[in-house]
Structures are given as structure tokens and as C-alpha cells.
């Protein structure tokens, strides 16, 4: 799903952020990406995003070398990559539900389709009260759910994280963390850059550690701890479930620009759909 | 998928866009309004002018006045002379006798009393009728030019030019017209530069909001357009004031003007053709200024 050759990034100050890097995250994979401050982590990710251009070698997402995108392009690519930030970054003048519908206002979907997806994802994330909240009247944690409810709504192949949990105490940090891990379990490809080594212990998921721009080690995925969400009794609880978003038909996959951007969705998106209903687990652990 | 952006999304951004610097729009607004009036009442007297202007060139007359020596050679000389220019449609000629008797009949009975009959001034003169289409061009100048040229020939007395008095009125007139396009292109220049201004400014205190649909994936055209609409919107309201104001002159100066009898034509201040331009007009100056903005501060 996501292949580097070889990336260099150097900043126009001269700092190298990625030096030489070579990786590849498979399809429906979960990362994590670690590190300290300045070691690349988000680099690589605005990379992905093409909020940046890479200095030399190759980025393939989805078999698409984005080395080579034009810039026109590069809206179409961001629609199959949705981006959780450590602030946020919401809207601060529009409610919580303009806020979501945003990512499918830019689509040309109708108001009543729009409605219908924000409205049942909202739901599926025990925001569904708060529709016409601005931003500002939210928690922080709500605000981040939010967020993610705004990268997930088109629901896109890949979902990037950097430093969702940055701005969280410890509990909120680990209800969205329980949020990205049932995202992944859909099948889309996560990736969530983290310099809380706690957090990345704590879950045994893939790590990729940066350092200095380098990737220092590429830590597999360990088997899943006890009592870890993915097992006993806590196995399919979803968050997002309930959302419906089964019965709502993806315009990534019907569109020229899913094939543009060289990212389908994913395909267990509608398998998980129909589990049945749960609510969402204080601790998880 | 190239849908584009839904129009009441589109709207309902661009209405927020204004209710974020309401001030500044309703000054744009203003000053759009007040350009397009402006343009607009200029139009209509500038178009007004020129009608009046065909009706008195009609009335335009040029009399020649031969020296009284001068003989029959030299009147069919001159008569040839003036026939020749394209600007002159007939040419009448007053015999010495004929203009003798047209004297007397102007001259006082008392002032004529004693007096021998070959004292009474009388001269050949050239009538000549001036092709109207030509005076309201504002070919005249070139006309009295020519026609004092005139004054060079030998047998030529005098050259009295009815246009004398017209012309300053056309100069007049030209300098109304010259007055008008400035002033029009001034008010016009503000009210683009309160535009641009006002874009600018939700420009600026968008920034996140713009940076945000740039990352979910939002076109540039997407995020531009509420911006432009925001201008046009601005150049609508203008012409809107501007209709209203113009409607609210005409119906003040009706009265006004049906009392003078030079411009009692039908006319309005109103019409389609200015309702058109109104229409047309305000939400293209609101456009391009935002466009101008949005080109220079919206980069994506």
C-alpha cells in the first residue's frame, strides 16, 4: 500500500528530515511510527500527505508514485488519505457536523447523502448529540473524535495519525487509540506517528523507530498482549459501528478518482459493518 | 469523481464569508452602488446629449459673405469650393440684390429714410446647410477649421458659422463626458479596491480553515470559490442600491425635466439596457476584484 525507496527530505534550511529511507506498509497494516522530537516522524507523514515534496527517491502509495503527481492530482490523492493532527485542526467557525461533512462537500455529494453518513458516523462515535456544537464547545477529546470522524467519513484506504494523542490525557489518549485500532481492524491501512513510547509498548503493534531521520529499527508486530482489545471479550467491539456506513455506498469506489489516486477502499469496510452493535469500553484493559 | 462544489454549499460559505467583515462589505456594496449609478447616469445624459446635439446640428447654418466686388466667377468658384466637401449638403446663393433687399427688410424704415439705394449694404452670400449626421459626430471642429480657411480667399469677406456657439456646447459636452469617465473609473477603481479589500481579509482570517480543505482533499476551485462569489455577491447588492437609487432620480427629476422644452423626450434613467447593465455590471466588478484577491492572496 505504501512503499519508500530511498526518500530524502532536506528542508530548504538545509536540515536532512529523512535521510535514505526504504519501507513498506502493507495493505490494512497498523504502524506505528516512534521516535523522538525531530527524528522525521511527521515529516514522513506530510510527505505521504504531499504536503511536502520528497528531495529524491520514491513514494508509491497504492502502486502510485506520488513522486511523479501532478499538483491537480494531489486533492484526488488526499481524498483516499484521511489525516489526524495532534491540534486537531478543526474548523473553529463551523459545527461539529460541517466539520465532518466537509470531506464529502468537497466530493459534490448531495445535502440528504451527506447527512445520512455524518449523522450515523457521528453516532457510531457518541457524538451524535452534539451536531451543531462548535468546535470550541467540545472537550478535547470529543474535538479529536471529531477529527477522526472528518478523515473517516469518505472512508478512505489509508488513515494517517500524527500525534492523535498529543494533546490527550492518558485516558482520552487510549479511547482514540481503541478508535485507530478498530479503524485498522476495517482493514484500512493505519498509520500513527507517536513519540509516547508507553502508548506503542502498550499495544505490540508494528513499530518503525526514527531516528535522525533514519529508520533505526522495524519492530514486527508482537502477538497480542492479554487482555489487548483485539482479544476475549472485547474482540468486535467496534466504536464505529452502528454508523451504517455498509448501506452507504462509497463514491471512492464508483469514482474516476478512486482509480486516480490509485487507492481503493478497503475491503473489509462493509464485512465489519455487520457486526452487531457495541458500546464502546471505558478500559479496555 | 468531478463533481463540483454544491451551489448551497458554495452559498451558504460565501454568506458567512460576509458575515464575517460586515462592515467592509456593506462599504464595498455602497461604493459599487454609487460607481454603477454614476456610470449609469452618465450613460443615460451622454446618450441624451447626443440626441440633442443631431437636433440642433440640424439647425446649423454657414453663411459666406463675398467681398462686394466680387463677380459672378468668383461666387461659382466659392459655391464650387464648399460643394466640393463632403460635410456640406446644400449651398444656397444670395445674389447682391437679394441680400440688399434681405437688409432692408432688416434695417429700421427710419434709418432707411432719405437714404439712396445703392448706400444699403449688399453683398454676394453663400447659404449653406450642413450635413446634421456630420455636426453630431463632432466632425465641427474640423468644419470651422475648414470654413475660416475660407476666409483666405480673395473674394471672401467674412465667414459666419452658427456652429460658433455649438461648438462650445459640444466642448461642454466633452468635457462632461471626459469629467464622467474619470470620475467613473475612480469610483469604480474604489469600489474594486474595497473588494479586494474585503476578500483579502476573509482570506486572512481563513487561513486554517483554507490550509484544512486543502489536506481533506478540497480542489483549489473549491476552496476559491465562496471567496468569488463573496465579491460577486457584493457587486449584486451594489447594483441593486444602484437601481434603486437610479429609479428614485428619475422619478425626482420627471417633474423636473418635462418642464424644459429641449429635453422633453421620452427618457429614462431606468430603462432594460440600464437594468441589464446593472444587472451584469455589479456582479462583474464584485467578481473581478475578488478574483484579483483571491489570485494574489489565496495560493494554495
Known amino acids: ?285 | 469523481m468531478k463533481r463540483g462544489a454544491n451551489p448551497s454549499y458554495v452559498l451558504r460559505q460565501a454568506l458567512l464569508l460576509l458575515r464575517g467583515s460586515p462592515w467592509l462589505a456593506t462599504v464595498s456594496a455602497l461604493t459599487i452602488a454609487l460607481a454603477l449609478t454614476l456610470v449609469g447616469l452618465f450613460a443615460t445624459v451622454m446618450f441624451n446629449a447626443a440626441h440633442l446635439m443631431q437636433d440642433l446640428g440640424q439647425s446649423l447654418a454657414l453663411s459666406v459673405y463675398l467681398q462686394e466686388t466680387a463677380g459672378e466667377a468668383d461666387v461659382a468658384a466659392v459655391r464650387a469650393k464648399l460643394e466640393a466637401h463632403e460635410g456640406i449638403k446644400k449651398v444656397k446663393v444670395l445674389s447682391r440684390e437679394q441680400d440688399r433687399e434681405r437688409n432692408k427688410r432688416l434695417l429700421s424704415a427710419e434709418l432707411l429714410q432719405g437714404l439712396d439705394e445703392a448706400a444699403i449694404p449688399g453683398q454676394p452670400v453663400l447659404e449653406v446647410e450642413i450635413d446634421a449626421a456630420l455636426a453630431s459626430r463632432g466632425d465641427v471642429d474640423a468644419l470651422v477649421k475648414w470654413t475660416q480657411a475660407l476666409k483666405g480667399v480673395a473674394s471672401v469677406e467674412d465667414v459666419e458659422f452658427g456652429a460658433e456657439k455649438l461648438r462650445l456646447l459640444f466642448a461642454l459636452v466633452e468635457i462632461l463626458r471626459t469629467i464622467g469617465i474619470v470620475l467613473s473609473a475612480v469610483l469604480l477603481a474604489s469600489a474594486m479596491f474595497f473588494v479586494f479589500s474585503t476578500i483579502r481579509l476573509a482570506v486572512f482570517s481563513r487561513r486554517d480553515e483554507i490550509e484544512i480543505l486543502a489536506l481533506v482533499g478540497a480542489t483549489p476551485g473549491f476552496i476559491r470559490l465562496p471567496f468569488l462569489v463573496e465579491g460577486a455577491l457584493q457587486g449584486l447588492v451594489g447594483a441593486a442600491l444602484a437601481a434603486g437609487l437610479l429609479g428614485l432620480l428619475h422619478i425626482e427629476l420627471r417633474g423636473l425635466v418635462r418642464d424644459v422644452y429641449m429635453l422633453n423626450v421620452a427618457w429614462s434613467l431606468l430603462p432594460p439596457g440600464m437594468i441589464a447593465w446593472l444587472v451584469v455590471g455589479g456582479p462583474a466588478v464584485g467578481l473581478a476584484a475578488s478574483a484579483l484577491s483571491v489570485g494574489r492572496y489565496l495560493k494554495l
Do not use: C, W
Request: no cysteine.
Open chain 1, 1 to 285: 500500500m505504501i512503499q519508500l525507496y530511498h526518500v530524502h527530505k532536506r528542508y530548504a534550511n538545509g536540515t536532512d528530515a529523512l535521510v535514505d529511507m526504504t519501507l513498506r506498509v502493507r495493505e490494512g497494516e497498523f504502524v506505528f511510527l516512534t521516535g523522538p522530537s525531530g527524528a522525521g516522524k511527521s515529516t514522513l507523514l506530510r510527505l505521504l500527505m504531499v504536503m511536502e515534496r520528497a528531495t529524491d527517491g520514491q513514494i508509491l502509495i497504492g502502486g502510485r508514485n506520488i513522486h511523479v503527481l501532478r499538483d491537480a492530482s494531489v486533492p484526488f490523492l488526499r481524498r483516499n488519505i484521511g489525516m489526524i493532527f495532534q491540534d486537531f485542526k478543526l474548523i473553529p467557525r463551523r459545527s461539529v457536523f460541517d466539520n465532518v461533512a466537509i470531506s464529502l462537500e468537497i466530493m459534490g455529494l448531495g445535502r440528504k447523502d451527506i447527512a445520512k453518513r455524518v449523522e450515523s458516523l457521528l453516532d457510531g462515535l457518541r457524538l451524535g448529540h452534539r451536531l451543531d456544537a462548535l468546535p470550541g464547545d467540545l472537550s478535547a477529546g470529543e474535538q479529536q473524535r471529531v477529527a477522526i470522524a472528518r478523515a473517516l467519513v469518505n472512508e478512505p484506504a489509508i488513515l494517517l495519525a500524527d500525534e492523535p494523542t498529543g494533546n490527550l490525557d492518558p485516558d482520552l489518549g487510549h479511547d482514540i487509540l481503541q478508535l485507530l485500532l478498530d479503524v485498522g481492524r476495517r482493514g484500512t491501512t493505519v498509520i500513527v506517528a507517536t513519540h509516547d513510547l508507553a502508548l506503542v509498548q502498550r499495544y505490540g503493534m508494528r513499530t518503525l523507530t526514527l531516528a535522525r531521520g533514519q529508520l533505526v529499527e522495524d519492530r514486527p508486530r508482537a502477538a497480542p498482549l492479554r487482555g489487548h482489545p483485539e482479544h476475549g471479550e472485547h474482540a468486535g467491539h467496534s466504536y464505529l459501528l452502528g454508523q451504517g456506513q455498509a448501506a452507504v455506498v462509497n463514491p471512492l469506489q464508483t469514482g474516476p478518482d478512486a482509480q486516480a489516486a490509485g487507492a481503493g477502499p478497503s475491503p473489509e469496510a462493509t464485512a465489519d459493518s455487520a457486526e452487531p452493535q457495541g458500546q464502546p469500553d471505558e478500559e479496555a484493559q
